[in-house]
Each structure stands twice: as structure tokens, then as C-alpha cells.
């Protein structure tokens, strides 16, 4: 069974870039069954989609992060990350990262989510 | 992008109740419609692919239904491990986007 693990800073100061890395365990990055995703949850709202990335490095942001965000793998270290710049308090969520099955499109396994806070 | 409109926000039951959320797209999806359940403090769980397909482990009073643009969740006979917040999300096309949630509460 694939388990993620988020890791990262939890305070992050106004107009400085957000870095969160996610661990894979019981899979691979390099396999070509998922998208590894990241998926956002401000307090007390609802689930947006940040992006995801295949293994042979394709992308996909979206259109309102895509000019901020960055996800790129490492597998050497069976890990992926994002990288959000020009962070405001809206930026303030929940973050969880997450792989997308390629042949049926569905979030199958998730980390457990890292809070971030934007603030100063 | 397509958007996942869910009705209603949020919902009290009782347990062994019988309750239905209702997803609705801003097109024609065929039945490229999930759901997901989360409860408070935890990463969301997939307990419906398909439409209607029951993700392994899910209990079967759980059940989706719907093609097109109306889909629908239904729970049968509550449980106290059921009031938690689901979220309906399209897989049609990229990006594939969530319904904004239903909060499942206790009556």
C-alpha cells in the first residue's frame, strides 16, 4: 500500500516561496500508474487543486497558481515537491499531497496534510 | 474548467437514517464523477469512483448513482462514523475539480 508523508516548513512569511516535500513509501515516483499530486484546504473550506506531475516530468498547475507554483520529482529519493512563490495570508491551508491514478482518475492514497500559515 | 456545483451545503440526520447529496456539472461529464469522505482533521478517503463503483473497503450502504451532469450520493441506515463532510470531484477532464462539500451532521 502507497503511503505519503508531507514535510515542510509550517510558517511561512509574506511574499517568500512555500516548499513542501512529500515522501513516498510502499510505491514508486517512478511508476507510471500515478499523477503525484498536491491538493490545498484553507481553514474551514474546501479541497483546491494545485497541481500534478508524471513521472517522465510532465505538469499540470492550475490556471490560477500556475504563474506561482512548481512541482518537480526526485527519484532518487522517491520524493516529489512544490514550490509556491509570493505566498499572502490566502495561501494559509492545509496542504496534502496525493497520488492520482493514470488509468482510473481517482485520488487513492493521501498524506495526511501539513498545516501552513502565511504570516508575518 | 468544469464546475461541481453540490446540493445542499450541509445536512442533519439521525442515526439509521437514509440521506442523499446531490452533484451537479456545468457540462456533460458521462459518469467521470467521485466521491469522497472526510472528517474533520483527516485527509479525505474516496468511497465512490465511476458514478457508481464502491472503492474496496467501503461499506455498501454507501452507494453513487448518475450520468451527464446529475449524480447523486446515497447513504443508507447512518452510522455514527458517517457525519463527516463529502466531497463530490469530476475526472472527466483536467483540471479535475471538487464540488465545494457537504457537512453531514448529527440531528
Known amino acids: 500500500q502507497v503511503q505519503l508523508q508531507e514535510s515542510g516548513p509550517g510558517l511561512v512569511k509574506p511574499s517568500q516561496t512555500l516548499s513542501l516535500t512529500c515522501t513516498v513509501s510502499?510505491?514508486?515516483?517512478?511508476?507510471?500508474?500515478?499523477?503525484w499530486s498536491w491538493i490545498r484546504q484553507p481553514p474551514g473550506k474546501g479541497l483546491e487543486w494545485i497541481g500534478y506531475?508524471?513521472?517522465?516530468?510532465?505538469?499540470y498547475y492550475n490556471p490560477s497558481l500556475k504563474s506561482r507554483v512548481a512541482i518537480s520529482v526526485d527519484t532518487s529519493k522517491n520524493q516529489f515537491s512544490l514550490k509556491l512563490s509570493s505566498v499572502t495570508a490566502a495561501d494559509t491551508a492545509v496542504y496534502y499531497c496525493?497520488?492520482?491514478?493514470?488509468?482510473?482518475?481517482?485520488?487513492?492514497?493521501w498524506g495526511q496534510g501539513a498545516l501552513v500559515t502565511v504570516s508575518s | 474548467d468544469i464546475q461541481m456545483t453540490q446540493s445542499p451545503s450541509s445536512l442533519s440526520a439521525s442515526v439509521g437514517d437514509r440521506v442523499t447529496i446531490t452533484c451537479r456539472a456545468s457540462q456533460t461529464i458521462s459518469t467521470s464523477l467521485n466521491w469522497y469522505q472526510q472528517r474533520p482533521g483527516k485527509a479525505p478517503e474516496l468511497l465512490i469512483y465511476?458514478?457508481?463503483s464502491l472503492q474496496s473497503g467501503v461499506p455498501s450502504r454507501f452507494s453513487g448513482s448518475g450520468s451527464g451532469t446529475d449524480f447523486t450520493l446515497t447513504i443508507n441506515s447512518l452510522q455514527p462514523e458517517d457525519f463527516a463532510t463529502y466531497y463530490c470531484?469530476?475526472?472527466?477532464?483536467?483540471?479535475?475539480?471538487f464540488g465545494q462539500g457537504t457537512k453531514l451532521e448529527i440531528k
Open positions: 506531475i508524471y513521472y517522465s516530468g510532465s505538469t
Open positions: 465511476a458514478a457508481s
Open positions: 496525493a497520488s492520482l491514478g493514470v488509468a482510473i482518475i481517482t485520488l487513492d492514497y
Open positions: 510502499g510505491g514508486s515516483v517512478s511508476s507510471a500508474d500515478y499523477f
Open positions: 470531484q469530476q475526472s472527466y477532464s483536467p483540471l479535475y475539480t
